[in-house]
Every structure is written in C-alpha cells, then in structure tokens.
C-alpha cells in the first residue's frame, strides 16, 4: 500500500543491488503443488530474480534455521550455488529473528562500504522473505522490536514472497498418545491420535501406523 501511495524514487536499473535472501525452510514448506514443494518453487522464484539483478549486485542466501549466518557472496555464481543446497529443516528460529539478522548484516556491509569509499553506499538494498505465511514460523506477539527496526532503516526495502498454495489439501496427525508407557511382548497398547485436514481435503483418508525397534527397523506383527 505504501509503494502505491508514496513511492519511492525510482532508482536506475544499473544502480547494483546487495540483496538477503531470507528461505523458510520449515517442514511446512515441503507441501507438494504442481509437483513443486513450496520450497523448491521459493528456489525457483529466488533463481528467477537472481538473474536480473544487475550487474555487481551481492548476493547472500540464508534461512531460518537456528544456526543460519548471513554472508554476502563473493559473486552470484556463489549465490546460485548456495541456493541448489537449501534443505527442509524440522528445528528452525523464527522469521522474526532472522529478518532482523539480516537488517543487521546489512548495516555492518553498509557501514563498511561507506568507510572503504569514503561517500555513500554503492548499492540498492533489499531483503526477500520466501515463505508459505504459516503462522508457526512467525513469532507473535512480535517482540524484536522489527516494525520499528524497519522505520528506522528506510534506505532498506523488505519484500514479503508468498509462496504458498490458495487451496491447500492436506492431512495431518497429531498429538500421538500411548495408553501407557512401556508393556510386555504380548499385551495391547491402545494409540490415540488426533487427524486434522485442510476444508478441501476429503472427509475420509486411510491412517497407517508402523512399530519400529531401537534401529529404527519396522516390527511386523504375529
């Protein structure tokens, strides 16, 4: 809304651009589409703008993974490269955390290009978040203190990508229990589950449940 009612000058397409590109890669992002999971098309969609970028833009690849850092590539090759490995990870920080991550790296590269020139920064700088918008990915209430961390930051512009799917299907399990703890070879143990869909899933879905060793090898019943 902003872009429409004040936008900002328009900068030269020339002008290089230091860009974040920040992945959700939460297991959410491995619902399948199209034959693409959301992460494979936030790759897709990252790889697309990655080659319009002008010429001597910076490039760096992270996501919200716990561990995750933001390094600016050496060239978009790098970049390229960095992007063909991204994986689903099931322990991920939120995108809270790491947006803020990312503003912070660009004012330490911002502040060290000023200082190397002596003037004004040389580039257009951008962060892109590519995420399917699930909730558990975010932190709320937002106590980072972004909104304000984005005002006060205006030469920096963020960019929300949703890559998720209109109309979802999908079925889920959820909070798995066991009648009790431990037992003996022989006696029953009863499983509850709870099965949770999507409203255009279908009303009847078949569950499989598997018992698995130490080993993780399957144990077929008698």
Known sequence: QAEVTSPRNELAENI????????????????????????????????????VLPSGSRVAISTNTADADVVFQADLAGARSRLETLE???????????????????????????????????????????????????????????????????WLQLYLVDVSVA??????????????????AGRPVRVSVTVAATPFADREAIVEAYTVDNEGHEIRAG
């Open 88 to 154: 689903p990870n099931s322990v991920t920080a939120t995108l809270n955390g790491m947006i803020r991550r990312a503003i912070q790296a660009h004012e330490d590269d911002r502040n060290q290009v000023r200082r190397q020139l002596g003037s004004s920064d040389l580039y257009s700088r951008e962060i892109y978040v590519l995420t399917d918008l699930s909730q558990t990915a975010w932190r709320q209430p937002d106590e980072s203190g972004l909104r304000d961390l984005l005002v006060q930051h205006d």
């Open 167 to 184: 109309r979802p299907v999908n079925i889920s399990l959820a909070d798995l229990s066991l009648s009790q703890e431990t037992t003996v």
């Open 16 to 51: 290089p651009v230091a860009a974040v590109f920040v992945f959700d890669v939460s297991d959410s992002m491995t619902y399948r589409h199209e034959n693409l999971t959301r992460l494979e098309q936030a790759q897709t969609t990252a790889a697309d703008q990655l080659s």
